[in-house]
């Protein structure tokens, strides 16, 4: 497989999202010719790295990613909303401030749910949720925003170009200015930093831009080892390779470098053990294993024997 420089890859991905706007893994994938599993792992890093940023708001199972700056673009995706966030949506689009209590239980939780779009602070004791893209001082809030109020539906206006480039400008001159009102964090979400180790090339499988369903399978490991060390608060400093059944990985923990085998299967054999083992002698790092299932109980005997073994010694 060919060898290419991830520096490279990135700048392709940011000007992707540049010229595209919000965009998901499966868009992403097309541009640079890879598999989606390649490039949800270059845009993991990207957000890590704090260069681009990904939605709260699913499409399928995937996030969207943008460029500071474009959150105004996700309107666009607004259409993906489930029943209710639309109906707290179109609420908050059209009277741009919302009193919490005033609201349907309904709403209250929906407007909960579209972090995108629903920003909520405190004014006195009263939750206020302010429209994502309003930043001047709440208005007096007129007392038609009342429980029951039925939305408007509006047609978009993101499709004529001139209004994106003014709305472009306008979100880009108010994120200078001060924000007067302190924002409520009622999510109780704290990001931790992971530690990152720069790579410099990985290797690059090239596949046709049709999603297989063996990618798919690929992709959803992928993401659930992604998960795992997210939690464990592990950063990937390189992805060394992947198959149908296993996936190697660099990671720092807890500022330590190692390699990461994860099968993807739910029995592990020696052989495994004895394959992860020499993956690690050729990086000279200790190693994790990580698998779908538990460990046997003979290969848990194996490892606990080996553990307090001081030498082997042959009788002549």
């Not at 990904?54 to 399928?60: F, L, Q, T």
């Not at 949720?129 to 309003?134: A, F, N, Q």
Request: hydrophobic share 35%; net charge positive; glycine share 4%.
């Amino acid at each position: 497989m060919p060898t290419q420089d991830t520096s490279k890859i990135k700048e392709k991905i940011l000007f992707t999202l540049r010229r595209r706007g919000p965009c998901l893994p499966v868009h992403i994938a097309s541009e640079i010719e890879t598999s989606i599993l390649f490039a949800s792992a270059f845009l993991s890093e990207l957000f890590s790295e704090k260069k681009i940023k990904m939605s709260n708001m699913k499409i399928g199972s995937s996030s969207l990613y943008f460029i500071p700056g474009q959150e105004y673009l996700l309107e666009k995706f607004s259409h993906h909303l489930k029943s209710k966030e639309k109906d707290a949506f179109e609420l908050l689009v059209n009277h741009k401030f919302l009193e919490d209590y005033k609201q349907d239980p309904a709403i209250r939780v929906a407007l909960r749910s579209i972090k995108d779009f629903a920003i909520p602070f405190k004014e006195g004791e009263k939750i206020i949720w302010r429209y994502y893209t309003e930043k001047e001082p709440v208005p007096q809030l007129p007392k038609t925003i009342l429980q029951k109020t039925e939305p408007i539906i509006q047609k978009s206006k993101y499709e004529n170009k001139e209004f994106i480039n003014e709305k472009d400008k306008e979100i880009k001159s108010l994120n200078k200015q001060e924000d007067n009102q302190k924002e409520l964090d009622i999510f109780g979400e704290q990001k931790k930093e992971p530690i990152k180790k720069p790579i410099k090339k990985i290797l690059v499988k090239r596949t046709s831009k049709k999603t297989s369903a063996s990618e798919k399978k690929n992709e959803r490991f992928f993401n659930k080892v992604k998960e795992f060390l997210i939690e464990k608060s592990i950063s990937i400093s390189g992805i060394e390779g992947f198959s149908k059944t296993d996936l190697i990985l660099k990671i720092i923990d807890g500022g330590v470098e190692k390699v990461l085998i994860a099968y993807n299967k739910k029995r592990l054999l020696e052989a495994d053990l004895l394959k992860a083992h020499k993956k690690a002698l050729e990086y000279n790092l200790p190693y994790i294993i990580l698998s779908l299932g538990d460990l046997p109980k003979k290969l848990e005997n194996i490892i606990e024997a080996v553990r307090n073994l001081s030498g082997i010694d042959k009788l002549s």
